[in-house]
């Protein structure tokens, strides 16, 4: 085995936010890990289900458990978080979003999604309106549809694509094809955080490095500090999860 995608879990209703998840989403996430640790030790793991900030490290502590956790090997998927900004942006911009690339760092819940507007590629300006839209527009996009289906769950057709998307990386990577880079909350020390959002170059062993977030504008530090402070009690709540 060498992917094991997790989307296992409950969605949200309107109302709730992704940490509302964790009290049923947690176990479900350990459960699956023990399986893993003990079926398929060396797979990459690709983890969809929210708390994804949490979530994560709750994986990491069950492989320590067990003697298996390798961090080139875990990644909570970001990608939708991307896949939107890139739409946004690309209709600020009147591109394809296929021509469009945004940096999200951080993490995957609300402030925590950290969209990198100054570093998008092409070059682009946006005025003081145009950012505060776009930010707001990608840090709330699941929020977005999980009001729009009034009930009837989360983001799961956009969510299938991002999860295509990525995992499509991450097995090309395994098969040794080169410059595979996408966003990922992953093992880090790109902040003083033990987990963290950013580019990384996929390869033969999983994340093979990590990308700093490189030069970050004022509007950005002080969305950097508001993420790493809500990271921060998100990665704690999981780890104790376990080490309960
Ligand atoms: N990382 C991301 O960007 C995104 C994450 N999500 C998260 O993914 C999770 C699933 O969302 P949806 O697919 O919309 O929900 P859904 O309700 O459509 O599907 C969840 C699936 O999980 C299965 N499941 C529940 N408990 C299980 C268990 N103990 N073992 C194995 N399977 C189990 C259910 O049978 C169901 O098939 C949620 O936690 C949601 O918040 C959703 C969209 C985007
Ligand atoms: O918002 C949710 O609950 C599901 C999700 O993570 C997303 O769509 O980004």
Do not use: W
């Amino acid at each position: 085995m060498d992917l094991v995608i997790i989307p296992a879990g409950v969605p949200r209703k309107p109302g709730m936010t992704r940490d509302d998840l964790f009290n049923i989403n947690a176990g479900i996430v350990k459960t699956l890990c023990e399986g893993i640790a003990k079926c398929c030790p060396n797979a990459i793991v690709n983890l969809i289900s929210n708390p994804v900030n949490s979530t994560v490290p709750i994986a990491a502590e069950v492989f320590k458990k067990a003697g298996t956790f390798d961090p080139k090997r875990l990644l909570g998927v970001t990608m939708l978080d991307v896949v939107r900004a890139n739409t946004f942006v690309a209709e600020v911009l009147g591109l394809d979003p296929r021509d469009v690339d945004v940096p999200v760092v951080g993490g995957h819940a609300g402030v925590t999604i950290l969209p990198l507007l100054s570093q998008v590629k092409p070059p682009c300006a946006f005025n003081a309106k145009e950012i505060d839209y776009l930010t707001n527009r990608i840090q709330n996009g699941g929020t977005e549809v999980v009001e729009a289906k009034a009930g009837a769950g989360s983001a799961t057709l956009s969510m299938a694509y991002a999860a295509v998307k990525f995992a499509d990386a991450c097995l090309r990577g395994l098969r040794g094809d080169a410059g595979i880079i996408q966003c990922a909350f992953v093992a880090s020390q790109v902040t003083e955080l033990p987990f963290f959002a950013s580019k990384v170059r996929l390869g033969r062993s999983g994340v093979e490095e990590v990308h700093p977030l490189g030069p970050l504008n004022e509007y950005e530090r002080d969305g950097l500090e508001k993420a790493k402070k809500e990271l921060e009690a998100s990665i704690q709540k999981g780890v104790s999860f376990i080490r309960k």
